[in-house]
């Protein structure tokens, strides 16, 4: 049978290929620079205390920004996936906008939104609420631009599943909680955990829809990518690059923890199939 694509060896190699220069060789010079001279300049650098402050706001803003996503998408895909309703096409479009909008022009955006005088912003300061030039607002802009990740990753697995595997739970006696907790929530934890690795992925190395909401505050609203920008901006090179490999092992480590537990739930789950 002749194959529309070659063989095995030469897909193997052109995917080898394309991977070692888009991947392995940028992060190969990343650490040769990091390596290039005294360790001793480089730990200070990476472990210095605005480095960490800086390390701390954008992992944890990553994490929870991508946590909420995974609620907030799930309903979302959910919805889109189930319902037919006017505007459907609309909200979907929407969804996508993220992907298409310019990460500045976002942050631009939501800082009119969310300043104190803004359309958003002026109605939560008279709740004493302050979601600009914080944290908060950290956090979202990564909910803005994580967002679609979660819901693109959910909807095939929610498409795949048959509305009669639901109805043959309720005929059985099952609950609503009990069919979402013991067949949809299982069914789509791995797709949701991966949206979730992807939106958390995004939003540690975000800049330019965070810089003009997050203030740039040293030690308070300042993320990782604008101190190692500053660093080049200071031709600190060597210290921007080792802020950068710092963050690059950090999101390696949690990626692989997330791809072993889905691998463990894979697992888990065929292994009861089996039996």
């Known amino acids: 049978m002749k194959r529309v694509l070659p063989g095995f060896g030469p897909t193997l190699g052109f995917t080898l290929f394309y991977l070692a ?30 480095v960490v402050a800086a390390y701390k706001l954008s992992f944890v803003a990553a994490a929870g920004a991508a946590l909420i996503n995974g609620f907030i998408g799930f309903l979302t895909a959910w919805v889109l996936v189930r319902y037919r309703f006017p505007g459907r096409r609309l909200v ?76 043959a739970a309720a005929t059985l006696g099952a609950s609503r909680w009990q069919t979402f907790w013991r067949i949809l929530f299982p069914a789509t934890l791995p797709s949701l955990l991966t949206g979730i690795a992807l939106a958390f992925g995004r939003g540690v190395g975000e800049y330019g829809s965070i810089i003009f909401i997050s203030g740039n505050l040293p030690f308070k609203t300042e993320i990782t990518p604008f101190v190692i920008a500053s660093k080049l901006e200071q031709f600190d090179y060597r210290g921007a690059a080792g802020i950068g490999f710092v963050m690059l092992l950090f999101s390696l480590l949690i990626l692989i923890m997330v791809n072993g537990f889905q691998w463990w739930h894979r697992r888990r789950t065929g292994s009861l199939h089996s039996a």
């Open 21 to 50: 220069l888009v991947v392995l060789i940028p992060f190969a010079a990343l650490t040769l620079k990091v390596f290039d001279g005294p360790m001793a300049d480089v730990w200070k650098t990476v472990s210095s205390e605005r």
């Open 92 to 167: 979907e479009g929407l969804i996508d906008l993220p992907f298409a909008l310019p990460t500045a022009v976002a942050g631009i955006a939501l800082t009119a939104l969310y300043a104190p005088n803004g359309w958003i912003g002026k109605w939560l300061g008279e709740l004493n609420i302050q979601a600009a030039y914080n944290r908060t607002g950290v956090v979202i802009a990564l909910i803005f631009i994580g967002f679609p990740f979660v819901v693109r990753t959910l909807q095939p697995v929610l498409l795949g599943l048959a509305a009669e595997v639901e109805e």
